[in-house]
């Protein structure tokens, strides 16, 4: 028997409940205030949390405590310290509020593109008191920002975090010039839907690529893929079913809300969607999340691919991130409502929303962009690289209607009055279906598509929230100048739509006709990784970041060189990994499958004067595997020279030019001749499981 969740849901995590009844009220109070109101907590009242958390902790078996944070890498990092401190011939247990508000991890392995020497390899750490302490391992773990010894930040939790204050500040302004003096707090919330594959872990074990780098380099297409739809919410096999259900125990356990989880379209792939929360815990959840599916897929005797692109021709792995925006009075203000004053200010979110994305869309491209995200963006199976954002026939018929002046029902006779019978009833299950499109507007959120699965949700979360808070902001500053509010607000709104609504599109973003249509519209399309990561520093972007607190410029070349090096880092790995697989693997078992066809027609041939046999077949595939493999090893060479010229070329934007330009369709030229080689050596001989090996068989 199990337990039912609500059970243990949350046992795992120092939260409210707990706080409220191990803290004295005062400290309670404090820790909430800090919570919720941003206001910094007293150091007394840190070394009462401290000690609470550390007698809690031990009651359930820690010995150690580790500030948990989530560097450039990636992924997170913890460095354990054990509760321990001498006394008298003994140890007693200990935890101070200075270990907990601060560490020291030695910083300077860590990437920090070029923000710290190594020798001033002092980093710190900082509690983020807005994110539950949790445990895992046996280890009291902390949520933390990270920054260098000057200040800089060096991680993906910090911008995030004050990238939410941008979007607080700036929307309380906009509520109280709609006559809201109550809200103190505006949020923003996130729901991620997790995309993964499972596989057996004896197929991942055999295969080179996916160990030294997620995802397979070589594999021809299995005879069957997706054509028959039989994998989307199809029925789960008992390990999967097994590994799910454990996975949302331990979840739960850290309070996670863990809710839907089904499989996805292609084979061996699958989802899991949490309930949305606040965007600093969800991101820490999120890593939680990859973190868990790793560890509990190896109990299954499973691999978790969380690439985005495991198998070539085979649909890869998303996240897509659900954002919207909430106040302290239970508003969602992307939400369309009924009343008409709430219609009015929607309908100016909306428009900070659409102006943001147009004129930012480079930032917002550039937050999805990784080595692996390229090889699924704009393969006709995830969103486009041109950014555009999806209404729906509702909310565009608004639109159209407020830009024209005209009512809704078309006659134009009175002048467009927003705010009064302005949106029809909005039917929210008819906004989206629309799977193509990048932004796609779902009722009463934003869902970003674009996203890779493997990627931390940050980047793109505290990107998005810094543009909305910057339009706002301008927003502000023209209506708080208005004579007239309501007059001055019918302008912004009209021009707004006006000038921004080449941004929307709500047809197929896989045809040819939309590829077409941005480049008559001039949407920026960055194909790649590199050319997406190149605009981080435009002037225009640095003053955004800058602005609203959340990057200085010195922070964002910063990030900017630690993305593009691991670009180049991403492919060169794979790219050896190619070259290692062909030349050791694949080679000597194409020469001497090709020695044996030979010597099947050599005795052929020695025979057929007494014997009426051909050997026409074993003639005819000798030659074309020689022909093959001959062309696999100009592959492998081609490969090796054009990763020396990209080895050797000098600057971190170059190289990853030179990566991008020589290396990867060397690796797809290499790539196809093993592909098609594969298909005509023997299954038995091939020297990794193929496709259909991996795929259909858990
Ligand atoms: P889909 O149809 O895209 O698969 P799902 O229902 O699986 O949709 O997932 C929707 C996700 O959006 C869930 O994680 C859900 O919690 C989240 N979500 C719902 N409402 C909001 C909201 N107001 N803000 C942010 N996320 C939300
Ligand atoms: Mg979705």
């Known amino acids: 028997m199990h337990a039912a969740p609500d059970a243990y849901f ?135 920002g990270f920054v260098s010894y000057t200040g800089d930040v060096l991680d993906k939790k910090t911008p995030l975090l004050r990238s939410m204050e941008a979007v607080s500040r700036a929307c309380v302004r906009m ?87 089904h499989n996805e379209v292609a084979p061996a792939q699958h989802e899991l969607a949490p309930i949305y929360t606040t965007s600093n815990i969800a991101a820490d959840h999120n890593q939680l999340t990859m973190e868990l599916m790793k560890k509990t897929a190896l109990k299954h005797g499973l691999v978790c691919l969380l690439h985005e692109k495991p198998f070539a021709g085979i649909s890869g792995s998303g996240k897509h991130n659900n954002w919207s925006i909430a106040t302290d009075d239970g508003q969602n203000l992307l939400d369309p409502g009924d009343t008409p004053q709430d219609n009015m200010q929607f309908l100016l979110v909306l428009c900070a929303f659409l102006k943001g994305v147009k004129e930012y869309a480079p930032l917002l491209r550039l937050s999805s962009a990784s080595a692996g995200n390229d090889c699924r963006l704009g393969g006709n199976e995830a969103p486009p690289t041109v950014i555009s954002v999806f209404v729906g026939d509702d909310l565009q018929r608004v639109l159209d209607a407020i830009e024209k002046g005209e009512s809704l029902d078309g006659t134009g006779k009175e002048r467009f009055n927003l705010g009064v019978d302005a949106m029809p009833q909005f039917r929210k299950d008819t906004t989206d279906r629309n799977r193509t499109s990048p932004m796609a507007f779902t009722g009463n959120k934003f869902e970003f598509r674009m996203l890779g699965s493997a990627d931390s949700i940050s980047c793109f979360n505290f990107v998005m929230n810094t543009i909305f808070a ?64 190149m605009q981080y520093d435009r002037p225009e972007f640095v003053e955004i970041f800058e602005q609203n607190h959340v990057l200085t410029h010195a922070e964002i070349t910063s990030r900017k060189e630690i993305l593009l090096d691991n670009y180049s880092k991403t492919v060169s790995i794979e790219a050896k990994t190619m070259v290692d697989m062909a030349r050791k693997k694949i080679l000597p078992v ?26 026409a077949v074993e003639n005819t595939l000798a030659a074309e595997i020689s022909d093959l493999t001959a062309g696999l090893y100009d592959g492998i060479e081609d490969l090796r020279s054009q990763l020396r010229v990209a080895a050797e070329t000098k600057g971190i934007a170059e190289q990853a030019m030179a990566y991008r330009k020589l290396v990867v369709p060397a690796m797809e030229r290499l790539r196809t001749t093993a592909d098609a080689l594969e298909t005509l050596i023997p299954q038995e001989k091939w020297p990794f499981p193929c496709y259909s090996e991996i795929l259909y068989n858990i």
């Open 10 to 144: 949350g046992c795992n995590v120092f939260n409210t409940e707990v706080m409220r009844s191990m803290l004295p009220k005062k400290v309670y109070e404090a820790v909430m205030r800090t919570r919720t109101l941003g206001t910094p907590l007293p150091r007394d009242a840190a070394d009462v949390v401290a000690t609470a958390m550390k007698d809690w902790a031990v009651s359930k078996g820690c010995t150690h405590f580790t500030h948990w944070f989530q560097p450039m890498t990636g992924v997170t990092a913890e460095k354990h310290d054990a509760f321990i401190a001498p006394c008298g011939s003994g140890v007693i247990l200990e935890f101070s509020g200075k270990e907990l508000i601060k560490g020291e991890p030695d910083a300077s392995s860590f990437p920090s593109g070029g923000l710290r020497a190594t020798f001033e390899a002092r980093g710190y750490t900082a509690w983020d008191p807005t994110s539950d302490a949790f445990i895992k391992d046996r280890t009291l773990c902390i949520p933390t």
């Open 175 to 261: 509520l109280r010039l709609f006559g809201n003096e109550n809200v103190q707090r505006v949020m923003t919330a996130v729901g991620p839907e997790q995309e993964y594959f499972l596989i057996d872990k004896a197929s991942y074990d055999a295969r080179e690529d996916l160990i030294l780098t997620g995802r397979t380099l070589f594999g021809a297409m299995p005879p069957k893929g997706e054509e028959m739809d039989d994998h989307y919410f199809g029925n789960l096999t008992q390990r999967v079913s097994d590994f799910m259900r454990e996975l949302d125990e331990e979840l739960w356990k850290l309070g996670i809300y863990a809710k839907t989880e």
């Open 470 to 533: 910057k339009i706002i902001t301008d927003f502000c500053d023209e209506l708080e100048k208005a004579e007239d509010f309501q007059t001055a607000l019918n302008d912004l709104i009209v021009r707004s739509i006006r000038e921004n609504k080449d941004i929307i599109f709500n047809g197929n973003g896989y045809g040819d006709a939309w590829v077409e249509e941005c480049k008559r519209r001039g949407l920026p399309d960055y194909p790649s990784t590199v050319e997406a990561l």
């Open 590 to 615: 194409c020469i001497a499958y090709t020695k044996e066809l030979c010597d099947a027609t050599l005795v052929k041939s020695q025979l057929s004067p007494m014997l009426n046999i051909s050997d």
